[in-house]
């Protein structure tokens, strides 16, 4: 099984600080996401990464900016998070044609 | 742009009550189509994923099927430990095998015993 790990597990921040959320990996898998879930809205794509150094915005991406700079970690940051950020945050990676994703555990992220 | 609807929002059934889901799509074209469940707290895990109208395919007591606008997942004689939110998410045809996919808001199906 592909192992996708995020970091922190839970967040409580303060409006204005910047934040920065982890998602490691322990394959080579070259397609990782990041998604946000809320209610009323599903899972939207925020960005998305198809090799070291390459990403991409997706349908939510104001706000949030994303790095990669290996193979196995991707990064989400939160420049100046804002209430309306509050959110449960999924990193995933595409494992092969046919299997869709594998999704990490989330990050609850608070925004007081 | 693509969209996938599901319904119901919500849907309780008795254990032993079978039951479907739905998921309409709208798409340029379909790559796949593909259902997740999640558990409360935890990240969707993949079930199924289906490429052409006809097609189905079938894991202990659910089976999804597939037309060319909507997708169904069928629950047969549910349990109680099927009680999860089921996602329904599409892949569009013009990306790559590792090209997003967009996904609906989800039916939160509850199985009292």
């Known amino acids: 099984d592909a192992g996708i790990t995020q970091s922190p597990r839970h967040k409580v921040t303060e409006t204005g600080t910047p934040v920065t959320l982890r998602c490691h990996q322990t394959e080579n898998h070259r397609y990782m996401y990041w998604y946000r879930q809320d209610p009323g809205h599903g899972l939207r794509l925020i960005h998305y990464s198809y090799g070291v150094k390459d990403t991409d915005k997706g349908e939510v991406s104001d706000g949030y900016s994303v790095s990669r700079s290996k193979t196995e970690d991707f990064l989400l940051t939160l420049e100046s998070a804002t209430s309306s950020q509050t959110s449960v945050y999924f990193c995933a990676i595409s494992v092969g044609e046919g299997y869709g994703y594998t999704f990490g555990s989330g990050t609850r992220l608070t925004v007081v | 742009e693509d969209q996938v609807t599901q319904s119901p929002e919500a849907l309780r059934l008795q254990e032993g009550e079978s039951s479907s889901l739905n998921c309409s799509y709208t798409?340029?074209?379909?790559?796949?189509l593909f259902w997740y469940r999640q558990d409360p707290g935890k990240g969707p895990e993949f079930l199924f994923t289906?490429?052409?109208a006809g097609e189905e395919k079938e894991k202990e007591r659910l089976k999804a099927t597939l037309t060319k606008k909507e997708s169904f997942l069928h629950i047969t004689a549910p349990k109680p430990e099927d009680s999860a939110t089921y996602l329904c998410a599409v892949q569009d045809a013009g990306g790559t095998s590792g090209s997003r996919l967009t996904f609906g808001e989800g039916t939160q199906l509850t199985v009292n015993p």
């Open positions: 798409v340029s074209g379909l790559r796949g």
């Open positions: 289906l490429y052409s």
